[in-house]
């Protein structure tokens, strides 16, 4: 997102800054704790390197946007994690570092090249499956029940991803998908999503969106300006 429409974007979402007016206690420590978060935290530095090196080859997000995805894994310690569209490696490479004690698999549904492969092997706790058809995120779903964090990425396949995921959440799941204003179509269906019964407290930060499924909490939707 260049320059002059994030400041567009910024402008548009001011009274949504900081957690004003947000009365949940979940909410807000959310929005204070994790989303606008601005203390430098370890890994930073190295995921800058990294970003540096491999944006200019893959589809990549903004920088703060993979610092935001550490400090969800961070803050949220998911057992498992699982991305659909790898991209090049970086959004991946953030979830691991975030908890490096959980089981993260991203999935490719194109081929990837010998760096990135080096790039991703180099996290860890990261498996990569490349050239995947959809049923290999089925059986991914399946075996890591319950399901910690599913990042939904580099993916035309974004409706048929979540779909698929949903059977398989529960209070302890949270959902990232990116790019939930890219096109009409998609802030289309991002509206569906938000209104899903099935789908409990939402927040719009506009390049993602983040899904919760306790069911426990009031039904409720966030603009966040982030």
């Known amino acids: 997102m260049n320059i002059l429409k994030r400041t567009y974007v910024w402008c548009s979402r001011f009274r949504y800054r900081k957690g ?79 908890n490096k004690k959980a089981v993260c698999t991203s999935v490719s549904h194109t081929p990837i090249d010998e760096q990135l492969e080096k790039l991703v092997e180099g996290y860890g706790n990261v498996a990569l499956v490349a050239d995947a058809r959809l049923d290999a995120l089925g059986q991914l779903l399946h075996s890591n029940v319950p399901v910690g964090l599913v990042h939904i990425a580099c993916t035309p396949h974004y409706r048929e991803a979540l779909e698929m995921a949903i059977p398989y959440v529960d209070k302890h799941t949270l959902i990232v998908i990116q790019g939930i204003h890219d096109d009409k179509e998609k802030r289309q269906w991002w509206k569906t999503v938000v209104n899903d019964p099935r789908i409990g407290v939402t927040f719009d930060l506009y390049e993602v969106g983040l899904l919760f499924f306790d069911m426990e909490k009031k039904k409720q939707h966030y603009v966040v300006n982030f």
């Open 20 to 98: 004003y007016g947000v009365h949940s206690p979940f909410a807000f420590n959310l929005i204070t704790d994790v989303i606008n978060e601005r203390r430098p935290f370890y890994a930073y530095t190295e995921l800058g390197r990294l970003h540096k090196r491999m944006s200019k080859q893959r589809p990549s997000y903004e920088k703060r946007v993979e610092r935001l995805l550490f400090r969800l894994a961070n803050w949220w310690q998911p057992k498992s994690v699982i991305e659909v569209g790898t991209g090049n490696g970086l959004t991946i490479g953030a979830l691991a570092t975030g």
